[in-house]
């Protein structure tokens, strides 16, 4: 008879954990592309990254009007209100178009229309903070200023993760200096002007909106557009045919200033 000490004994179980082992790496060595071993589970999906915030840009002054004029670019800046399917069709327009824009949002719009805070960052654009309200924020107290401002960073940061690219006062093209520190302190380094008024608000129609952009555009412009008029559909195209001509480029106004 033969006796099995105890060390055949470890000799066959170490001998057998190897084979176990070798049957396991060939299994999944022949096991379809792509497929998981048992009991692991896929990764899940990343959730979508917050929109970039805002920058502070040492060279330019708290209150922006205009951009490098040694450059071939140009911002083309909307406020943020209005009917949705004219806004739908200017994004849609500029994209066709290989543009991209910025947009300073009206705080209710943002409550009537939350969606669209999301179809402008996921086309490339800039968004921003146009106040809570669109009142004239230089005559308020320090008080609603603060509210109107604040209000519009929160529904944005709700919204996107982030309170905005820039800010604009509303009902003005400059802010006060009141205005211009709550929005420094509410996280804004610059108060966003232009140097350029389409006065497409005034409804003068699509010729005369395009004749004031190609009176004032060159490089470096920023250009004053609003969401919610006919006018300002019907013009875009001819817009951006003439920067085409001029050998200028529409892009988001971080873009324009870095």
Known sequence: MVRVTTTDRRAALRAGAGLVAAAGGLAAGCAEPGATAPHTRPPRPSARPPAPGPRRFPRHPAQITHGP??????A???????DPATARSLLGVAERHGARVTVLAVGTWL????????????????????????????????????????????RLKRLTGSIGTWFRPSRAARASPLVERLARTAGYPHVLSYDVDSLDFTSPGPDAVTGNVRAGIRGGSIVSLHFGYAD???????VLE?????????????????
Do not use: K
């Not at 083309?76 to 209005?82: Q, R």
């Not at 009537?112 to 921003?128: K, M, N, S, V, Y």
């Not at 003439?242 to 870095?258: F, I, K, M, Y």
């Open 76 to 82: 083309l800046t909307f406020h943020g209100a209005g």
């Open 242 to 258: 003439e920067l085409d001509h001029r050998g200028l480029r529409a892009v988001t106004t971080t873009e324009l200033l870095s």
């Open 111 to 154: 409550d009537e229309h939350p969606e669209l805070a999301r179809r402008i960052l996921d086309g490339g654009h800039d968004l921003g903070n146009h106040t809570h309200r669109h009142l004239d924020v230089n005559a308020m107290s320090e008080a609603e200023a603060h509210a109107e401002i604040t209000e519009c960073a929160e």
């Open 69 to 74: 004029r040694d450059h071939p670019r140009v």
């Open 232 to 238: 300002t559909v019907a013009a875009l195209p001819a």
